[in-house]
C-alpha cells in the first residue's frame, strides 16, 4: 500500500519562497510520474506539477510556471516542489501523488497535505 508524507507548508508574504517535500513508500515510479496537486478552499483539487521519475522531464501548471520548479531525489523516493514568487491565489492545500497522462491523479488514496498560506 503506497504511504504518501507532505511536509514543509507555513506561513509566508506575497513574494516569498517554500519548499515542499513528499516521501514515498511502497510503491517504485520508474514508469511512472510523480506530481503535486493543490486543493483552495471551496475549490476542486487541481493540478500544479509533475516529474517523470525516470527521464526527469517536468509539466506544470499555467499558473505556476516560472514560478515553481518539480524535482526529485530517486534514492530519497522523494519529489519536491520549490515555490517562489508567491502569490495570495497560490495559498491552498498541497498534495502530493501519481500522475497519469492527462494530469490525474493515480492513486485513490491521499496524504496529509501540505498547508500553503501566502498573505498579501
Known amino acids: 500500500q503506497v504511504q504518501l508524507v507532505e511536509s514543509g507548508g507555513g506561513l509566508v508574504q506575497a513574494g516569498g519562497s517554500l519548499r515542499l517535500s513528499c516521501t514515498v513508500s511502497?510503491?517504485?515510479?520508474?514508469?511512472?510520474?510523480m506530481g503535486w496537486f493543490r486543493q483552495a478552499p471551496g475549490k476542486e483539487r487541481e493540478f500544479v506539477a509533475a516529474?517523470?521519475?525516470?527521464?526527469?522531464?517536468?509539466a506544470y501548471a499555467d499558473s505556476v510556471k516560472g514560478r515553481f520548479t518539480i524535482s526529485r531525489n530517486s534514492a530519497k523516493n522523494t519529489v519536491y516542489l520549490e515555490m517562489n514568487k508567491l502569490k495570495p491565489e497560490d495559498t491552498a492545500v498541497y498534495y502530493c501523488?501519481?500522475?497519469?497522462?492527462?494530469?490525474?491523479?493515480?492513486?485513490?488514496?491521499w496524504g496529509q497535505g501540505a498547508q500553503v498560506t501566502v498573505s498579501s
Open positions: 501523488n501519481g500522475v497519469l497522462t492527462g494530469n490525474v491523479p493515480l492513486f485513490g488514496s
Open positions: 516529474i517523470n521519475w525516470s527521464r526527469g522531464s517536468t
Open positions: 511502497g510503491r517504485t515510479f520508474r514508469n511512472y510520474s
